[in-house]
């Protein structure tokens, strides 16, 4: 805390010397009229205003207020604005303002490559739900019995290439809930947009891609997950990198 005066009073002093030095509005190069500065202005005057408050809620819990809240204002609220300070930073750095200027002036494309990410997405999900609806339930259990026989189960497939339930006494049979606790799956749209963003973040979609083999086989889903990632992750969402680069 005595920290946070002592920055408070620095900031202050400095914001004073500049609106000295530069005017604070009328003229053509006032102090508030660069954003930069106004953005230092506004983070000293909150902080300003915290302290005030916080020495008229000291008082009152002295008098007649006794929960620390004048006017029933919580100065805790208005104090998490010191997250602002290092924003500070950027203002003496005039690299660092030229990275925030691309930043701001790409938001534009950066919305316009969402929507295009989104788009593929939305593609693939529509795909994924055609091919692969239905095929996470199944998993090896001991015959007659909803016990599985694995620790950490897997889909299989009860006929074609799939993974086959080998081990006596076992059958492949379905009501398993899925990968994941049934969050991985293609059986709705929304869970299969949730699954091909999954594998476009290239966040364990080799995963994704091994339980679809063992559901249905390698013929269809390798072709699928590989083009998913080649195209929905090395290219479209590198766009992102393209748009600020430009």
């Keep these: 805390e005595k920290v946070e005066y002592a920055f ?22 006032a102090y508030v009229r660069n954003g ?12 300003l205003f915290s302290v005030i408050l916080e020495q008229l809620t000291k008082e009152t819990e002295g008098g007649s207020h006794s929960g620390g809240k004048p006017g029933g204002f919580d ?40 929507l295009l990410v989104l788009f593929v997405i939305i593609i693939y999900a529509i795909i994924g739900l055609e091919l692969f609806i239905g095929k996470m ?16 189960p897997a889909p299989c497939a009860f006929s074609g290439n799939g993974r086959q339930c080998v081990m006596n006494g076992t059958e492949c049979k379905g009501g398993w809930v899925g990968p994941n606790g049934g969050i991985t799956n293609f059986d709705n ?26 559901a249905m086989g390698f013929e269809l889903p390798w072709v699928y997950f590989v083009s998913l990632v080649i195209f929905g992750s090395f290219f479209v969402l590198n766009l992102v990198l393209g748009v600020l680069s430009g």
């Excluded at 930069?36 to 902080?47: C, H, Q, S």
């Design 8 to 29: 408070l009073i620095i900031f202050t002093v400095e914001t004073f010397l500049k609106i000295i030095a530069y005017g604070l509005l009328l003229h053509p190069n």
């Design 189 to 214: 749209f929304a869970f299969a947009m949730l699954t091909v963003f999954q594998c476009i973040t290239m966040e364990g979609w080799t995963d994704v891609l091994y339980w679809m083999n063992d």
């Design 75 to 114: 100065v805790k609220a208005l104090r998490a604005f010191r997250v602002l300070r290092p924003l500070r930073l950027v203002s003496g750095v005039p690299s660092l303002q030229v990275v925030l200027n691309s930043i701001i002036k790409a938001m534009v494309p950066l919305l316009h490559i969402a």
């Design 137 to 152: 339930h199944k998993s090896c259990f001991l015959i007659d019995s909803e016990l599985a026989i694995e620790e950490d």
């Design 36 to 47: 930069w500065n106004l953005l230092d202005f506004v983070i000293v005057v909150v902080g």
